[in-house]
């Protein structure tokens, strides 16, 4: 399947609005790479623990609208709030494409800290029930296969 860039990227915004993962997973690419805002340090890679680290996010989180999309090339940067809780949180969430137009790394970048202390609280129990992909992750960085990944 062959996506023009702004194509997956307009798609992962309805899908992720509308909490429909298998829409959203339909704009990743096979090696997709979700790098985690929380610990910075962890890269969840592959659609199997990236459907499940984006299952439990996107079910955590109310009233997620985007409000812009910036960039070109292979690179877009999507603006976006929505509430954890009670709490407001804003994102910039950077997009690395593919050549073949589908999303390949996924870097959200998540505040206010107490929205982003609040999410990490309701999310780890969720994704601690992958405890394989929450190894993997962080297996990956103690090898360095993470080297372009902020540090906390």
Known sequence: MLFRMEDAVSRYRTASEAGDIDALMETLAPDVEVVSPISGRMV??????????????????????WTETVGEGDHRVVLGETRVGPVRMTDAMVFELAADGRIRRVSPHLRPWLALSLFAAILGPKVARHPGSVRRALSATSAGASESAPSP
């Open 44 to 65: 969840f890679r592959g659609q199997e623990d990236v459907r499940a680290l984006l299952g439990a996010v996107y079910g955590t989180l109310n009233d997620l609208r």
